[in-house]
Every structure is written in C-alpha cells, then in structure tokens.
C-alpha cells in the first residue's frame, strides 16, 4: 500500500462547480498535512497547511480526520485558474514530506 | 516567504556526460536540503536528504555514486547526476529546511533531458 493515496483523477468540471479531492495516509504517527499546488512543468507551490480543526481559506476548505488517517480539499465556485495537478503532502518527522500521486484538475468554461 | 532558487531550470546533455544542479536558499539558512524526482504525470519522489557538513541520505533504489550531492554550506546544496543515461531524464526539484517545522519551500526545478 502506498503511504499517501489519492483519487486518480483526472477531474473534469465546468467554471464555477464544487469539487472535492480525498487523501488517505497509512502512517498513524504523520504529524503536519498539506495541500500543494503543482502546475504543469513547475514546482510544487504550497496552497495550504490542514489543520484537525479544519481551515478555510477564500473558496478552499480543508480537513483532516486523524482517527481515519484521511484529508480533503473542497474548492468551490472552481475558476479556469484553478486548473492544476494537486498533491496531498504528508510530513512523517521533520520535514520529510511524503507526496501523493497528485490529482489533476481541469476547469472548463 | 522563504526564497530557494535552483539552476539550471532545463538542461540537455549528451549520454555519459555529468550535469549539476544546484539549489540555494536565498534569505535564510538551510541546515537541511531534500532532492526529489519527477517523471512524468507521476508524483515527486525522495531522492536523497542533503545535511550540510555531512554525507546525504539516500533513499532506497537511489545510487548514491550516481546522483552525488553536496552541501558544503548552509545556502548551497548541489545535485550531480554522473554519466548521465537518458532514463535519467527527468524533472529534479529541491526544497529546504527553513527549520520552523511548517511548509517546505521548493526550488524551480530542473527539467533534465539526456539525449
């Protein structure tokens, strides 16, 4: 099983839809979760930290779930910017961080 | 936030042939590097830990004779891919440790095509 997973992908949706994105991790003792952007031939690019408590952040919700080891990311109201690969960052220890295979998104008009 | 510039962004080199890469922290001290690799519509995967003033730390499957890395001071580390072969083309990407324990700052990124 790989340590970090997310849905395959490809998301297809037009302007100004909700889509939500789901992120399981296997190791229990992971401490810090993230949520990178990934443009396509860039580097990663951070576009926000998640919290137990859950965070928002404009049309970006995040949440964690420890107890089930999962992490999500809503985007609502999708923007044609918002097209992009998403990757679901996990830090076991320091800053080790362990990417998923990311999950590519494209906003149609 | 934290600045980490790598260089060269893309590269063509012939089989055989060395290419560095190197990654500096701009603003801030680095005691930590991370090199990671990126093929295509794949995720980036640990290559190998870079500790400045100490040997780096090389993940599983990473040949530590061919992907030499160097950290000889807090804003420098350096990436060398030896006698590189065109399986080795790829998208090399650094971040560093700015030592808070949040959110990793990354380089660029360097497009490396062997030909």
């Known amino acids: 099983r790989k340590e970090v997973e997310q849905d395959p992908g490809p998301f297809n949706v037009p302007e100004g839809a909700t889509v939500a994105f789901n992120c399981t991790y296997s190791?229990?003792?992971?401490?810090?979760f993230f949520w990178y952007r990934q443009d396509c031939r860039k580097e990663p690019k951070l576009l926000m930290s998640v919290y137990s408590s859950g965070n928002e952040d404009g049309r970006f919700t995040a949440q964690l779930n420890r107890a089930s080891q999962y992490i999500s990311l809503l985007i609502r109201d999708s923007k044609l910017s918002d097209s992009a690969t998403y990757l679901c960052v996990v830090d076991n220890y320091g800053q080790n961080f362990v990417f998923g295979p990311g999950t590519r998104l494209s906003v149609l008009p | 936030g934290a600045v980490v510039s790598q260089h060269p962004s893309w590269v063509i080199c012939k089989s055989g042939t060395s290419v560095k890469i190197e990654c500096r922290s701009l603003d801030f001290q680095a005691t930590t590097m991370f090199w990671y690799r990126q093929f295509p519509k794949q995720s980036l995967m640990l290559m190998a830990t870079?500790?400045?003033?100490?040997?780096?730390?090389?993940e599983q499957g990473v040949e530590k004779d061919k992907f030499l890395i160097n950290h000889a001071s807090l804003t420098l580390s350096t990436l060398t891919v030896t006698s590189a072969h065109p399986e080795d083309s790829s998208f090399y990407i650094c971040?560093?440790?700015?030592?808070?324990?949040?959110?990793?700052?990354f380089g660029q990124g360097t497009r490396l095509t062997v030909v």
């Open positions: 971040s560093a440790d700015t030592g808070s324990g949040t959110e990793a700052f």
């Open positions: 870079s500790n400045e003033g100490s040997k780096a730390t090389y």
């Open positions: 190791n229990s003792a992971s401490q810090s």
